[in-house]
């Protein structure tokens, strides 16, 4: 098995650049996963979110985590649990409009910290989204507006810890499935693993980095670029001792944006057939993953494209 793919980000500067959008058009190519070690974000801000995003979860979730466990009988569990994932999680809305003020239980700092660090990891997921126009062929910022819609993208945050797990070989983390949005940026625990994706029919570890973050690509960009990148699956699985922590932030499209296959990635001739992705509003792709996000995504591609017919009258989809 090749090596998981990891991209040195200052080598974008000098002469190892060709080299270095090479190796990331291979790894959303092959992979639909790389990860990033010297992409801007400081040392210092990381392991300070880290400290504070794991102190909340030991003062105020970790005993709600162990009475619901207890409530629902997980730990004496016999067959394989299906319907639920071993995680404590909480949102954080950056864009289009912050929701970190009103989340309970969050110190002023952590407040102050995450409003930081969800600025650095907007900036980066923007410039990442660039060099995949570069890579795809498509003037500089065509990504980023394929994503606005009306408000800007969204954009947020999901904070989860993953506690020790009594029957990791019964209950996942987290389960099997592909992310709905766009360019997704993780910043996932160094010291316990857990992150698997799919590669070729084997589950394959997300290897755990200190100060890396970890880039997914989600279904929205394999619409856009016609299936040359490909959303992949991954899920988390739980250990038995020690609490993984994982920040997901997800850069997607606003939920009026419009997302179809760009047309110079769609080859001209035979337009019509060779275009296999449909056209949709994102927001309506969303109500439908909500149902389904642990099912495979090719259905619900066929069902946006049956809803086709309905877009195409739509005013925003034909401006």
Request: one cysteine or more.
């Amino acid at each position: 098995m090749e090596n998981f793919p990891i991209i040195n980000l200052e080598k974008l500067n000098g002469a190892e650049r060709s080299n270095t959008m090479e190796m990331i058009k291979d790894a959303c190519e092959n992979w639909g996963f790389f990860e990033l070690v010297n992409h801007g974000i400081p040392h210092e801000v990381m392991d300070t979110v880290e400290k504070l995003t794991k102190g909340h979860y030991k003062k105020c979730m970790e005993q709600r985590f162990k009475e619901l466990v207890a409530s629902k009988g997980l730990e004496a569990v016999k067959a394989e649990v299906t319907d639920l994932d071993w995680e404590s999680t909480f949102f954080l809305r950056h864009l289009p409009a912050s929701n970190i003020s009103q989340v309970p239980d969050l110190v002023d700092k952590y407040r102050e910290v995450m409003r930081d660090f969800a600025k650095r990891l907007e900036k980066l997921a923007e410039e990442l989204l660039d060099l995949l126009c570069e890579n795809l062929g498509l003037e500089k910022g065509y990504l980023k507006r394929a994503f606005y819609g009306s408000k800007g993208p969204n954009f947020g945050t999901k904070v989860s810890n993953y506690p020790p797990c009594p029957k990791p070989d019964l209950i996942k983390g987290l389960r099997a499935h592909t992310d709905a949005g766009g360019i997704i940026l993780l910043f996932q625990d160094d010291k316990v693993s857990g992150l698997q994706l799919l590669k070729d029919g084997q589950w394959i570890d997300v290897p755990p980095m200190r100060h890396s973050i970890v880039v997914n690509l989600g279904d929205q960009l394999e619409v856009i670029t016609n299936g040359k990148y490909k959303s992949v699956m991954h899920r988390v699985i739980a250990q038995t001792d020690g609490t993984q922590m994982s920040l997901a932030s997800f850069y997607n499209p606003g939920n009026d944006a419009v997302i179809y296959p760009a047309s110079t990635l769609v080859e001209k001739e035979e337009e019509e057939s060779k275009q296999v992705y449909p056209k949709f509003v994102f927001d309506d792709y969303m109500k439908l993953y909500a149902g389904l996000k642990f099912q495979a995504k090719e259905p619900r591609f066929e069902t946006m494209k049956a809803m086709e017919a309905d877009v195409k009258s739509d005013p925003i989809a034909t401006a």
